[in-house]
């Protein structure tokens, strides 16, 4: 039982950081109706600007650092918005997938000419303690990473639902011509909420950087099919359902690690989805008409 | 004169590459874009290695029998994902490709993880050659056939193809396993060239990159699929001169081809629609006599816009 507490809560941990990833995935489908395939690579580049910024401060600054983050990931998320995302808008899915794949592929090894291609110790910006919760132990670091990710996840949420703009991206998700003729500026609307989740997506990856204590070039890879996973098995009507299926399949991970074999578990979060689109092809809880 | 030892991996690549995407080609003609394309050649491989190396079949029966299950696992996937969406169908395969990977990487008796080996070599560039010119005769026969006519049908629109009589799932599944089974083949002769089998051979970034391919080149047209390849395969050679920075070179020729070209390098212009090549606009080439288009038949009864070409028959 306390196996299965331990690996419970390791699982949420890194399920929130899917579901950080997966829901900035899941606004640039829905909205944009285009896979960002560079977007784990946004992810990276926030890692990276943030580990820069807090070496500006001497002994962590971990403020600084997710700034840092969120400040590199939003630019690179503009750039890619304006340069490639934007004159694409309109075009067959698989053009902009080709098209993205190809800025994750400059993105990527970009970064590893700058920082060569192997993984480089990222600063601890968190001090390395303890905490028992009941049977679960976890660290600073891993609670911190929970809560800025639930935190976003939150925050998101209460953007898309409560707010002007937020709910003007629900309506063009829904049908861009009839919100267009309702006088939303899509295009305005889609390259807010580009940025939106390049932002998430960079003060997420301080925390996971924190985190694990190393960062890489090609850290992209596998957050980005992951989340990827996440938005195709929970579909895209529901924003939440994202968030819920990226917990699900980090804690489901952790138990497949915990209790059959590490190696099986990237394995995991194929089965589940080729088992959802064979019985539900448009996602567990719906998607809208592409 | 430069080396030929130099240049021969490359041309081998560049031909397997070719036949290989020829064989996705095939399969996204009736609108399956397959992203199992490095799942299939990898079955193939297994099942062509297994059979040289455990029993002892010679070299051209295990590449046939590597195409028979590269078709074999076409026919399945087509199958399994007949009534699904486009879009969804491309995710499916994606993960059965990925589901495939994980499966070789577990099964202890083709290796595993740690790999098939024992493969002896077999290939050359002449049968390189061979199976390239193979797939495009193949492909090129299919291309002008009635099948083929019918699988371009079906990708503009099903629901107008099966009005005019076309059987769509007899359709998808013929082109998904002639496809396949290419790539099968492919995948064998392959297997006979690098001697090694890995898991990860499997995976979807190795199928993403027929993809690249395939879009890059365009297809609309057979010649899409072979220029995507030949310039995709030889391009990062070709830019060894730029050391480190050759992926970021070839990644930003990827964006610009798709920002400048969207619909890939080759395209094909419907007849009756004038040409512009250069800023020139060229006359439109003229319909034959009697020649209707689909839309001209469908447009009154069916929603939508119809743009399938047809055969006069």
Same mark, same amino acid.
């Given at each position: 039982m306390d196996l299965f507490l331990q690996q419970l809560s390791n699982g949420l941990v890194i399920g929130s950081t899917y579901a950080v990833v997966a829901v900035g995935f899941a ?13 784990p690579? %946004?992810f990276?580049?926030?890692m ?36 490639? %995302? ?36 990222y600063?601890?910006?968190l001090?390395a303690r303890f905490y028992e919760i009941g049977p679960v132990l976890l660290t600073l670091r891993q609670m911190f990473c929970l809560g800025l990710c639930a935190l976003l996840l939150v925050?998101a949420s ?42 998430m997506a960079?003060l997420a990856a301080v925390a996971v950087g924190s985190l694990y204590g190393s960062a890489s070039?090609?850290v992209g890879l596998l957050y980005g099919l992951k989340a990827f996973i996440c938005m195709l098995v929970a579909g895209?009507?529901y924003f939440e359902a994202v968030i819920a299926v990226g917990l699900a399949l980090g804690v489901l991970e952790a138990l497949v690690t915990g209790y059959v074999s590490s190696s099986l578990r990237d394995a995991v979060a194929f089965f589940v989805l080729i088992g959802v ?6 996602g567990l809880f ?5 | 004169?430069? =080396? #030929? ?47 040289? $190396? ?8 295990? $590449? ?10 076409? /026919? ?19 993960a059965?490709?990925e589901a495939?990977?994980v499966?070789?990487f577990n ?6 993880? =740690?790999?098939?080996?024992?493969? @002896?070599?077999?290939?050359? $560039?002449?049968? /390189? ?24 049908? $079906? ?53 993403? =990159? ?33 050391? @480190? ?36 606009? #060229? ?31």
């Open positions: 606004l640039a489908f829905t909205v944009l109706r285009v896979i960002q395939f560079a977007h690579d %946004v990276m580049i926030g990276f600007t943030g580990m820069v910024a807090a070496g500006f401060v001497p002994g962590g600054g971990l403020a600084v650092a997710l700034l840092g983050g969120a400040v590199g990931s939003t630019a690179i998320g503009a750039i890619i918005e304006r340069t490639v %995302v934007a004159p694409l808008r309109g075009r067959d899915v698989l053009t902009t997938l080709i098209a993205t794949l190809g800025v994750s592929v400059i993105l990527q090894n970009g970064m590893a000419v700058i920082v060569g291609p192997d993984p480089i110790p600063p601890r910006l001090p925050l209460l953007y898309v639902r409560r707010t002007h703009i937020g709910r003007a991206t629900r309506a063009i998700a829904e049908r861009p011509d009839v919100a267009a003729a309702f006088g939303v500026d899509v295009r305005r609307v889609c390259q807010i909420t580009f940025w939106l989740a390049s932002t960079g070039a090609f895209n009507r689109l064979y019985l539900r092809p448009n719906g998607s809208y008409a592409t | 004169m430069p =080396n #030929l030892a130099f240049f021969e991996p490359i041309l081998i690549f560049t031909l397997l590459n070719v036949a290989m995407t020829i064989g996705l080609y095939v399969t996204a003609l009736s609108g399956q874009l397959s992203m199992a394309t490095a799942a299939i050649a990898g079955v193939g491989g297994y099942a062509s290695g297994i059979l040289t $190396v455990k029993f002892g079949v010679p070299f051209l029966p295990a $590449v046939a029998a590597g195409a028979f299950m590269g078709g074999a696992l076409g /026919c399945i996937l087509a199958l399994l994902t007949l009534k699904m969406r486009d879009f969804i169908l491309k995710l499916t395969t994606l059965a490709g495939l990977s499966l070789a099964w202890d008796y083709i290796g595993g993880a =740690n790999s098939f080996t024992g493969l @002896e070599p077999h290939t050359g $560039v002449f049968t /390189c050659l061979v199976v390239a010119l193979l797939a495009f005769y193949v492909a090129w026969r299919f291309d002008g056939s009635r099948l083929g006519y019918a699988a371009r049908a $079906v990708r503009d629109d099903p629901l107008a193809a099966a009005s005019m009589g076309v059987s769509v799932a007899q359709v998808r599944i013929i082109t998904f396993t002639l496809g396949s089974a290419l790539i099968g083949m492919a995948g064998a002769v392959q297997a006979h060239y690098l001697l090694v089998i890995t898991p990860s051979q499997l995976g979807f970034f190795v199928s993403l =990159n027929y993809v690249i391919f395939l879009l890059f080149g365009g297809l609309q047209t057979l010649a899409g699929p072979i220029l995507g390849a030949v310039v995709l395969t030889a391009l990062p050679e070709a830019l060894r001169f730029a050391n @480190e920075y050759r992926l970021i070179v070839y990644g930003l020729i990827i964006v610009g081809v798709m920002l400048w070209r969207p619909d890939g390098l080759l395209t094909r212009t419907p007849l009756g629609v004038a040409r512009r090549i250069l800023g020139f606009t #060229l006359r439109p080439a003229r319909l034959p006599k009697g020649a209707l288009r689909a839309e001209d038949v469908l447009s009154p009864i069916l929603p939508g816009d119809g743009v399938a070409m047809t055969k006069r028959n």
